[in-house]
């Protein structure tokens, strides 16, 4: 029992750190977009492709195609 708790402990921590870890680089890109200028700092962590992906703006260019 005492394996199960932990182990569920130890899932809920990471699911912590990275959700604190995502919503923290979105805050800075958000930050860097709007001022538009690059953070000193670069975002830490191994996703940052796929949160670039997340995060990025459909292209405009879809939309007139559509039209």
């Known amino acids: 029992m005492r394996r199960e708790v932990t182990s569920h402990a130890s899932r809920i921590i990471v699911w ?7 919503m ?3 805050n800075r ?5 709007r001022t538009g200028s ?3 700092m670069p ?3 191994r996703q ?3 949160l670039e ?3 990025a703006l459909p292209s405009q260019e879809a939309d007139r195609d559509a039209e």
């Open 16 to 22: 912590l750190r990275e959700t604190w870890a995502e």
């Open 53 to 55: 992906a997340l995060y």
């Open 48 to 50: 940052i492709d796929e």
């Open 24 to 26: 923290d680089y979105a």
């Open 43 to 45: 975002p830490a962590g």
């Open 29 to 33: 890109r958000m930050i860097e977009l």
């Open 38 to 40: 690059p953070l000193l």
